[in-house]
């Protein structure tokens, strides 16, 4: 068959239900399609409801929800701020948005996320960085006790990019509620979507207030219009936000569904040596938002011919994210590893890995078909 006639197996597309529709109706139907409304409010109450995190802001993006956190931090022209590097770029745009300077931490092996070694490390030279951001990359959930550690004995504030871990936990307790403040993403690809959208969630309701005023043009109490701060326009809008109240409802059925895909692609694996499946935290509970085999060192499998294996049969997979030190716009920036030398964790899992296709709608068939493709290349 032609690659055009095949079904397109995707990676990680949106998943809707129909009750996404019935709030968006509503939204219509009482004209509330603005970037403020009962949609609005009642996502954001759910989300902390659902996470535990105290209080929610909802608003246009996950980036947008970055940028304001690191504000809301303090976090200025000039400052240090630590982050992962492994990650989509998203998670480090909005330190330079402010001027500040990226400080960039390797991964560790056990769960791909920040390494705490590394992040000592950078803590010897860079005793005071305004933030940490720590990346729950993929919906593993990174070593939680050791890092707030650190960074306590440091007293600095964390900023957690659980953009991509919206449900997973660490000893019992949501991603994204254990730093000062916390980020999800509603983007199209993540495990429930708004089509665009992001929450920043925080324990402090002054803080989270702080920013629903700096996501909608910073106005001051006044009848006329009057400001004191730079805003901006980064408010959800009570369409979206209708989208994410009914895409919730659906949350703990989709992180199911993508368990499976992670434990049905380990058991078909689990006789190639050559092949392993990204790392879980035993100390938490991941969402399993894409599923990623590494190829291990010297086999005659590359991460490329599985791609194109792949692609070969109109199948989306990706690269694993290529680390931000490499990346040619962050470079420049200093960086931490978690070995004393030699090529970096973070370098070495972009190099071995693939992100397989995870989307929940693909049926018992599309997965026999992809790990199909997969074990056929490793046959001896
Ligand atoms: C998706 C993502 C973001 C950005 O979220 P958007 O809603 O797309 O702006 C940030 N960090 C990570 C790790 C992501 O995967």
Known sequence: MEKSAKKRIYLSSPTMHGDEQRFVAEAFDTNWVAPLGPNVNNFETEIAAYTGCGYAAALSAGTA??????????????????????????????IV?????????????????????ALERAFEKYPAPKAVVVVHLYGTPAKMDEIMRICERHNVPVLEDAAESLGATYGGKQTGTFGRVGVYSFNGNKIIT???????????????KEAR?????????????????????????????G??????MHLDEHIRLKKAIYQQYRQAFADIEEISMNPLNAAGDANNWLSCMTIREGSSVTPDMVMDALDAQNIESRPIWKPMHLQP????????GHNESGVSVSEDIFNRGVCLPSDIKNTAEDMDTVIGIVRGLFRK
């Open 65 to 94: 929800a970055i940028h304001l956190g690191l504000k809301l931090l303090g976090v200025e022209q000039g400052d240090v701020v630590f982050v992962s590097s492994l990650t989509f770029s998203a998670s480090c745009n909005p």
């Open 97 to 117: 948005y402010e001027k500040a300077t990226p400080v960039l931490i390797d991964s560790e092996p056990d769960t791909w996320n920040m390494s705490p070694e």
């Open 194 to 208: 708004t089509s665009g959208g992001g929450m920043l969630v925080s324990a402090d309701e002054a803080l989270v």
């Open 213 to 241: 005023m700096l996501s909608t043009q910073a106005r001051d109490p006044a009848r006329h219009y009057q400001h004191s701060k730079i805003g901006y326009n980064y408010r959800m809008s009570n369409v979206d936000a």
């Open 243 to 248: 989208i994410g109240r009914g895409q919730l």
């Open 329 to 336: 716009v962050f470079a420049s920036y200093d960086f931490f």
